[in-house]
């Protein structure tokens, strides 16, 4: 009994002792500790293409979403490795992207607290670029389109560019018996004219106003163009956006439906 059990330990010690090698790997209690990588001893400037790399998202928006928790969360946990990665990783994060003012998806789209009102001056300074999405709502549009204290764009002092997209232009007369009840025709230009002259009115260090819209909508909608007389009265620089592409030769705008059935002949 003695020697089996001799036998059995001898041959497990020398199965072990055969597998060994000069070239085995130290176990990880055994592996020196590894020096930490000296990122802030870098460049500021090769820094800041890192943080660009490790932070932008591929549509650059920035919107309350359901899915934030995969597409931002991730990105954001580089803001709690020290306070001095926090305040230019920041600037970048926030000087990158595009921030929509009011949120467009269903689950938020009636929220009381818009993205904007959600954030701290802290990080509303570094800011560049907003968007003001038109047309979803047009019936009815939710309580928090509103400009005021809480949205607080005074505190945007870095934003340069405001870009609007006009989804819908609810003046057409495609849209009669469909406005709702106590809508008129214009009911909703003279809501969205208002709505961005107030957003020019607190967020005054905007320059440029980027004007896009679907192709459904023309460059002569009522909408468009209450728009653009917006833009002009506050001295802002206007340019087109690159879905539409408006030039001064551009004819009616015709959704999808329209232009096919123009092609078809009885």
């Not at 060994?20 to 500790?33: A, F, V, Y």
């Amino acid at each position: 009994m003695h020697l089996v059990k001799h036998d059995v330990q001898a041959d497990e010690l020398e199965a072990a002792m055969l597998g060994l090698s000069l070239n085995d790997d130290l176990s990880d209690d055994e592996k020196p500790p590894k020096a930490p990588f000296p990122f802030l001893d870098l460049p500021l400037e090769l820094r800041l293409r890192i943080y660009e790399f490790a932070l932008l998202v591929p549509d650059r928006l920035i919107d309350l979403d359901p899915t934030n928790y995969r597409r931002l969360v991730p990105r954001l946990r580089l803001f709690q490795v020290c306070k001095q990665v926090h305040e230019e990783a920041a600037r970048v994060f926030y000087g990158l992207h595009t921030f929509r003012i009011f949120p467009m998806h269903g689950r938020f789209f009636h929220t009381k607290k818009p993205l904007l009102a959600r954030l701290t001056p802290e990080y509303k300074k570094d800011i560049t670029a907003m968007e003001l999405r038109l047309g979803p709502g047009w019936g009815s549009p939710p309580k928090c389109q509103k400009v005021d204290e809480k949205l607080g764009l005074q505190h945007c002092t870095s934003l340069r560019t405001l870009k609007v997209f006009v989804e819908v232009d609810p003046s057409g007369d495609i849209f009669n018996g469909f406005r709702g009840r106590g809508n008129a025709k214009d009911t909703y230009k003279i809501f969205s004219a208002a709505l961005l002259q107030e957003i020019l009115e607190q967020a005054t260090s905007v320059r440029t106003v980027e004007l896009d819209a679907y192709p459904s909508v023309s460059k002569d909608s009522p909408l468009v163009v209450a728009l653009v007389d917006v833009v002009k009265k506050n001295s802002k620089k206007l340019v087109w956006g690159p879905l539409r592409g408006w030039n001064e030769d551009e004819d009616c705008g015709q959704i999808g439906l329209e232009s096919t059935l123009a092609c078809l002949q009885l």
